[in-house]
Nanobody, 116 residues
Framework: QVQLVESGGGLVQPGGSLRLSCAAS????????MGWYRQAPGKQRELVAR???????NYADSVKGRFTISRDDAKNTVYLQMNSLKPDDTAVYYC??????????WGQGTQVTVSS
């Protein structure tokens, strides 16, 4: 059974930072595109950032320049560094592993709340 284990969410003030982590099995990590999505109350789940096996990245326009996705191949872990957080970033963040849209796996989600 594929597991994506997320950690790092929490409550932060506007302008603050958080780092999310997602650990995956080696077989998944080495062959799947890893990504972070988020879903705010009453809204559809949306892509935040993704990173390919060779390190290519893309970001939602709303987070460009503030969020950075990275991967540590030795730890089979993908990270999402979130800086300059805004209240609009409040959502449940989900880790995703995708193989050409044929197979896709999701983490359990971690809550990020940006509030003063």
């Amino acid at each position: 059974q594929v597991q994506l284990v997320e950690s790092g969410g929490g409550l932060v003030q506007p302008g603050g930072s958080l780092r999310l982590s997602c650990a995956a099995s080696e077989s998944i990590f080495r062959t799947y595109v890893m990504g972070w999505y988020r879903q705010a109350p009453g809204k559809q789940r949306e892509l935040v950032a993704r990173i390919t096996t060779d390190g290519n990245t893309n970001y939602a326009d709303s987070v460009k320049g503030r969020f950075t996705i990275s991967r540590d191949d030795a730890k089979n872990t993908v990270y999402l560094q979130m800086n300059s957080l805004k209240p609009d970033d409040t959502a449940v963040y989900y880790c995703n592993a995708d193989f050409y849209h044929i197979n896709s796996y999701w983490g359990q989600g971690t809550q990020v709340t940006v509030s003063s």
